[in-house]
């Protein structure tokens, strides 16, 4: 962690050297978190901390000091989401020719690669899917589209998104899903949350 900051009068922003070391927090504060701690919002460099008004900021700090990062998660504990995507995607050629790879080499190694979720933003319901397959890092495209359908799957950097709702997006269109993100009628609303594991499978035709 490079520094620990407050925010506002029950805030404290922890400033991180990386995606990997914010998810590594992430999963820490969700096994123990803080007494007096209501919130913990991951992003992609930092973890904000909101805490009630008889909890002082000098106690979270000393518990995020001293938390144990290291630990993996806790076995059987985890969520998983199943997503279902049909491959079929208008930039997929692109991303087939700036990864060198086929279009089915493309989907093989999406549906082969593990995925969870790092943090959510942009739009409600919409995540920040990190894979472990880093050959499938494609940038942005040049242009953003003015309108993405809902369920469309993209990549973008290390990341997978998925468009809950239509809307703009710079994100390569590699498939879609009927899946719903975001159900207000749900608890929670947003489907991926972070920390969740995500597993993208082939939907049947």
Do not use: K, N
């Not at 991951?42 to 000098?58: D, K, N, Q």
């Not at 050959?135 to 993209?154: E, N, Y």
């Amino acid at each position: 962690m490079r520094s620990l900051r407050p925010v506002g009068l029950h805030g404290l922003l922890v400033e991180c050297d990386d995606l990997e070391e914010v998810m590594a927090l992430h999963r820490a504060l969700d096994a123990e978190r803080p007494h007096g701690v209501v919130d913990v919002v991951p992003a992609a460099r930092t973890v904000l901390l909101t805490f009630g008004p008889t909890t002082s900021w000098a106690t979270v700090a000393a518990a995020v000091t001293d938390l144990d990062t290291g630990l993996p998660p806790r076995s059987g504990q985890e969520r998983e989401v199943v997503i279902p995507v049909t491959y079929d995607g208008v930039d997929l050629d692109d991303v087939a020719e700036l990864t060198g790879m086929g279009r089915d080499e493309v989907v093989r190694r999406h549906l082969a690669a593990d995925h969870r979720v790092a943090f959510t933003g942009f739009a409600p319901g919409f995540a920040y899917v990190v894979g472990s397959d880093r050959g499938l890092d494609v940038p942005r495209r040049a242009t953003p589209r003015t309108r993405v359908p809902a369920g469309s799957v993209a990549l973008a950097a290390e990341f997978t998104g998925i468009y809950p709702r239509e809307g703009p997006g710079g994100w390569q269109l590699i498939g879609r899903t009927d899946v719903t993100l975001w159900d207000l009628d749900r608890d929670p609303p947003a489907l991926l949350t972070p920390g969740t594991r995500v597993r993208f499978t082939e939907a049947s035709s």
